[in-house]
């Protein structure tokens, strides 16, 4: 592996530019990036301050930077030294208000602004965490999405990133030969999605959550066949309620919610359709 300097300047909390990189750089799968971090950077005195940092360990620097005077800062000392520099914004921000026909007011970190989405972000983290793992089930015709499913499939971090995403989500479990919460079995109108994993995949992340906990590592929770069994029967339960399934056994949780997304685009508009009939 070939190891790079990768230095980070954002006129903000720089998570923009972090995921930017991050995509990128794993299309080069024989590099690997020592990143370096330099976020808030707000006035060009700062920026020039900054510069003999970045000299001592000199490699690639990508930026998002709206402010133009940081930015001239930051390119004249990179042509300066000779280091390569990407601008992460710079040009869609350009094109964007080319076709806009409206120039960018430069004013970093409005992404991150305490409005009305802010808080919906807020507020749906909070319903999240509080009805997790199917904790009050009377709070379940508030979600704006209800993931099921069987133990380890992903449901809480999945969860999780979908109220970092404004959705309001609750999970719910399904156990063997435990019916489903009288709430989940009278709702009507809720966006439910079953999520599934392979019986091989189960086994082993069970097995490994056993370890790590230093409990017995023989029970049905383990066991082949009866993993077997709920998988098939959290299948036919999920069929016969018309939920969608999604298999996450090869989806990262990104991919999951990205999935979950668009199931969730094509309900709503359905809804709406039904409404406008």
């Known amino acids: 592996m070939k190891e790079v300097h990768l230095h980070l300047v ?6 923009t530019l972090e995921q930017v990189a991050k995509a990128a750089l794993a ?3 024989e590099f690997t990036a020592k990143k370096h971090y330099w976020p808030m950077i707000r006035t060009a005195r700062h920026m020039e301050r900054l510069i003999p940092e970045l000299a ?3 490699g690639i620097v990508m930026f998002t930077l709206v402010n133009q005077d940081i930015e001239k800062v930051l390119i004249h000392a990179c042509e300066e030294h000779n280091w390569p520099y990407i601008s992460v914004l710079h040009g869609i921000i350009r094109e964007l208000g080319r076709h806009l026909g409206a120039k960018s007011i430069a004013r970093p970190g409005l992404q991150h602004k305490m409005n009305d989405e802010y808080f919906e972000r807020i507020d749906a983290m909070q319903y999240t965490l509080l009805h997790d793992d199917g904790q009050y089930p009377e709070g379940l015709k508030e979600a704006d ?3 099921v499913g069987v133990s380890r499939t992903s449901k809480t971090p999945t969860c999780v990133y979908l109220a970092n995403k404004g959705m309001k989500t609750a999970n719910v479990p399904i156990v063997p030969n435990q019916p489903l919460p009288k709430e989940l079995e009278n709702i009507e109108g809720k966006f439910v999605v079953g999520l599934v994993n392979s019986v091989d995949r189960l086994v082993q992340i069970r097995r490994n959550r056993l370890l790590s906990l230093k409990e017995e590592k023989e029970t049905t929770y383990v066991d082949e066949d009866h993993i077997k069994q709920e998988v098939q029967q959290a299948r036919r339960l999920m069929t016969s309620r018309g939920w969608p399934v999604i298999d996450v056994t090869r989806r990262s949780i990104e991919e999951t919610a990205g999935a979950i997304m668009k199931l969730k685009y094509k309900f709503d508009d359905d809804k709406e359709k039904d409404v406008e009939k």
């Open 10 to 15: 954002s006129d903000a909390t720089g998570d």
């Open 56 to 58: 001592e360990k000199p």
């Open 145 to 147: 999405i209800i993931l």
């Open 27 to 29: 299309q080069f799968p």
